[in-house]
């Protein structure tokens, strides 16, 4: 039997769920015969050596004819609007695995990041009733209505058939595995980047004189950036610094501020020893209203890093994101959730008492849950299932 993955994101490791299969599938990336990425997105981000030769990009006719040119992306919007051409676009890359794939003798590793990949995945399942286990990273089609969490039709039906059809089922979070299971009465496991496997010392004390030393790393998008812009303004008052590595060195004018120091980029093995040179790690997580789906439910690749770190980890975010709510009841971060009160909050930074709280409950909570030996045996039990019918 062939095992197949399926996703508009390619194993790199430029990007979050790129980095999240690496660390989690470990050696079980030389398990897939073939990595299909069907989206021209996947040309942006290159597959990482070890899985370049099994990659297959199954563009769909949109990146294959409409993607170029001024005119011609006129009319893909022009088409989109119509609503047709996203079935038509789907049938059209189904077509294709089917020639490039044996289908009757194959399971699938679905990675949905789009409308496209629910709509080619049931498209296989109903036409050849394939074998698939679907990882949930980001559920970019949910949207916030009113306060209330929810789909459009049709891709409302198309997500039920894609999650009560697969063999099994693993999502980001507890947030996410909760809700799933209220709307479809579906089980999944969570299932997340780890932290690392190596310790780290407590970074349990500060130079009470001198300015608070803060790191964030990583992309600065729309996910990140008003929490970023909001701790920024604080870091004049709470006597402190914000220093950023990011491979963009582009930073968006709005977190061009006193006490913000672009620091360049650094390789990902470096992050956590850099890290705890630090007083503190920065979580942001937006409040935006706009981003409410994307909060509510995601974890973000870097948590378990910053856990791992062995210096505090601050999350800078709304009380209702799925990170504040999975790391709250273990103590094991410093929550800035309220922004009335951010200042008081950061500095606590300055405690010692509750940095040794903070710090030794996130090394309890990484050795229990969170190293890549824990997240491989989560990812090994449902390939387990998914291979023995």
Same mark, same amino acid.
């Given at each position: 039997?062939?095992?197949?993955?399926?996703?508009?994101?390619? #194993?790199?490791?430029? /990007?979050?769920?790129?980095?999240?299969?690496?660390? #989690?599938?470990? &050696?079980?990336?030389?398990?897939?015969?073939?990595?299909?990425?069907?989206?021209?997105?996947?040309?942006?981000? $290159?597959?990482?050596?070890?899985?370049?030769?099994?990659?297959?990009?199954?563009?769909?006719?949109? +990146?294959?004819?409409?993607?170029?040119?001024?005119?011609?992306?006129?009319?893909?919007?022009? =088409? &989109?609007?119509?609503?047709?051409?996203?079935?038509?676009?789907? *049938?059209?890359?189904?077509?294709?695995?089917?020639?490039?794939?044996?289908?009757? &003798?194959?399971?699938?590793?679905?990675?949905?990041?789009?409308?496209?990949?629910?709509?080619?995945?049931?498209?296989?399942?109903?036409?050849?009733?394939?074998?698939?286990?679907?990882?949930?990273? +980001?559920?970019? =089609?949910?949207?916030?209505?009113?306060?209330?969490?929810?789909?459009?039709?049709? $891709?409302? *039906?198309?997500?039920?058939?894609?999650?009560?059809?697969?063999?099994?089922?693993?999502?980001?979070?507890?947030?996410?595995?909760?809700?799933?299971?209220?709307?479809?009465?579906?089980?999944?496991? #969570?299932?997340?980047?780890?932290?690392?496997?190596?310790?780290?010392?407590? /970074?349990?004390?500060?130079?009470?004189?001198?300015?608070?030393?803060?790191?964030?790393?990583?992309?600065?998008?729309?996910?990140?950036?008003?929490?970023?812009?909001?701790?920024?303004?604080?870091?004049?008052?709470?006597?402190?610094?914000?220093?950023?590595?990011?491979?963009?060195?582009?930073?968006?004018?709005?977190?061009?501020?006193?006490?913000?120091?672009?620091?360049?980029?650094?390789?990902?093995?470096?992050?956590?020893?850099?890290?705890?040179?630090?007083?503190?790690?920065?979580?942001?997580?937006?409040?935006?209203?706009?981003?409410? /789906?994307?909060?509510?439910?995601?974890?973000?690749?870097?948590?378990?890093?910053?856990?791992?770190?062995?210096?505090?980890?601050? @999350? @800078?975010?709304?009380?209702?994101?799925?990170?504040? &709510?999975?790391?709250?009841?273990?103590?094991?971060?410093?929550?800035?959730? +309220?922004?009335?009160?951010?200042?008081?909050?950061?500095?606590?930074?300055?405690?010692?008492?509750?940095?040794?709280?903070?710090?030794?409950?996130?090394?309890?909570?990484?050795?229990?849950?969170?190293?890549?030996?824990?997240?491989?045996?989560?990812? *090994?039990?449902?390939?387990?299932?998914?291979?023995?019918?």
């Amino acid at each position: 039997m062939n095992l197949y993955y399926l996703s508009e994101i390619s #194993v790199s490791g430029q /990007h979050g769920g790129g980095l999240t299969l690496q660390r #989690v599938l470990q &050696q079980d990336l030389d398990l897939f015969r073939r990595y299909f990425v069907i989206s021209a997105f996947g040309n942006q981000f $290159i597959p990482v050596p070890a899985v370049a030769e099994k990659t297959v990009e199954v563009c769909g006719f949109e +990146d294959r004819y409409l993607n170029k040119g001024r005119i011609r992306r006129r009319l893909r919007r022009y =088409l &989109q609007d119509r609503g047709w051409l996203a079935g038509w676009n789907a *049938r059209y890359i189904a077509r294709k695995l089917r020639k490039k794939a044996a289908i009757a &003798q194959s399971y699938w590793l679905v990675v949905p990041q789009s409308k496209l990949s629910v709509r080619v995945a049931n498209l296989l399942y109903e036409k050849y009733k394939i074998r698939y286990a679907i990882w949930q990273m +980001d559920d970019h =089609l949910v949207r916030n209505k009113d306060g209330q969490l929810r789909y459009e039709e049709p $891709i409302e *039906r198309q997500m039920a058939g894609l999650m009560r059809h697969a063999a099994f089922r693993w999502v980001i979070s507890p947030a996410m595995q909760d809700w799933y299971h209220q709307k479809w009465g579906v089980e999944s496991e #969570v299932l997340f980047g780890p932290g690392a496997a190596n310790s780290l010392p407590l /970074h349990t004390r500060v130079e009470k004189e001198k300015p608070l030393r803060l790191v964030y790393f990583g992309a600065v998008t729309a996910w990140q950036l008003d929490a970023l812009v909001f701790l920024a303004g604080l870091l004049k008052e709470i006597n402190a610094e914000l220093h950023i590595y990011s491979a963009k060195d582009n930073l968006p004018d709005a977190i061009k501020k006193p006490g913000v120091y672009y620091k360049g980029s650094v390789a990902g093995n470096e992050v956590a020893a850099l890290a705890n040179t630090y007083d503190g790690i920065i979580l942001p997580i937006s409040f935006a209203p706009a981003l409410h /789906h994307l909060t509510a439910l995601n974890i973000a690749t870097k948590m378990s890093e910053c856990l791992a770190s062995g210096t505090v980890t601050v @999350v @800078v975010g709304p009380d209702y994101a799925a990170m504040v &709510q999975y790391l709250q009841p273990h103590d094991c971060a410093l929550l800035v959730t +309220d922004r009335g009160r951010a200042t008081d909050q950061l500095q606590q930074l300055r405690d010692e008492g509750k940095r040794e709280t903070w710090l030794t409950n996130a090394a309890g909570l990484v050795s229990r849950q969170l190293t890549p030996g824990a997240m491989y045996d989560n990812w *090994r039990k449902g390939y387990e299932v998914l291979t023995n019918n």
